[in-house]
């Protein structure tokens, strides 16, 4: 089945600095990949959707120069917190459509980062 | 803009009991999808329904869209510890769109 890689899986950085999170597909090509934050106990909430070798789309307030991505290739998406502060800190997570599959519409999640922003 | 809901917010449910999740959208939707996550862990997606009054099932779990296509159900009989985690609905307005989550309901299960 479709399988999505992220790396890393827990990130501690101090505050000011960048943080940098990778979304793979192992088995399959995605042109869009999905960027979720999700807080504890809460639901996921979409940040933006990548597109390969285009801009990406960004959802109703969140900023775009604060979280930068970028999709180069079929099976790569980055995201990049950068100057992170504490109120950063969350569980982010990608998914992904394998326009190939028998549901196109399925998105497949990776197994999340876990940052925290001293 | 487009809202799912889901209730409850939390379900306690005995061991070997049933119990039902809810799911409503605002607008119409192309397709629903309901996904579990386990304490820790990530979504993982559990089944697709597209057609109107379409039920579909995974052995204990029983899953059914609306005929307006604005809300769907998932039934889990027979509960297990297993079945601990939460349970998200997600829909689409058309084949492609993104999708919208619920905000999921917490399934605890007392032995």
């Known amino acids: 089945g479709a399988v999505v890689s992220q790396h890393p899986s827990r990130v501690i950085c101090k505050s000011g600095t960048s943080v940098k999170i990778e979304c793979r597909s192992l088995?399959?090509?995605?042109?869009?990949m999905f960027w979720y934050r999700q807080f504890p106990k809460q639901s996921l909430m979409l940040m933006a959707t990548?597109?390969?070798?285009?801009?990406?789309?960004?959802e109703q307030g969140v900023e775009k120069d604060k979280f930068l991505i970028n999709h180069a290739s079929l099976t790569l998406s980055t995201l990049t917190v950068t100057s992170a502060h504490p109120e950063d800190s969350s569980f982010y997570i990608c998914?992904?459509?394998?326009?190939?599959?028998?549901?196109?519409?399925?998105?497949?999640f990776g197994p999340g980062t876990r940052l925290t922003v001293l | 803009g487009q809202q799912v809901m889901q209730i409850p917010q939390y379900q306690h449910v005995q061991e070997g009991e049933d119990f039902t999740t809810y799911c409503n959208s605002s607008?119409?939707?192309?397709?629903i999808q309901w996904y579990k996550q386990r304490p820790g862990g990530h979504p993982v997606f559990l089944i697709q329904?597209?057609?109107?009054?379409e039920v579909k099932k995974q052995k204990r779990l029983t899953f059914q869209f609306g005929e307006a296509k604005k809300n769907s159900s998932l039934h889990i009989t027979a509960t297990q510890t297993t079945d601990v985690g939460t349970y998200f609905c997600?829909?689409?307005?058309?084949?492609?769109?993104?999708?919208?989550f619920g905000g999921g309901t917490r399934v605890l299960v007392k032995p």
């Open positions: 998914s992904a459509r394998d326009p190939m599959g028998r549901d196109t519409d399925t998105q497949y």
């Open positions: 088995d399959f090509q995605a042109t869009t």
């Open positions: 990548s597109n390969e070798g285009s801009k990406a789309t960004y």
């Open positions: 607008t119409t939707l192309s397709n």
């Open positions: 329904l597209v057609k109107s009054g």
């Open positions: 997600a829909g689409t307005k058309a084949a492609g769109n993104k999708l919208t």
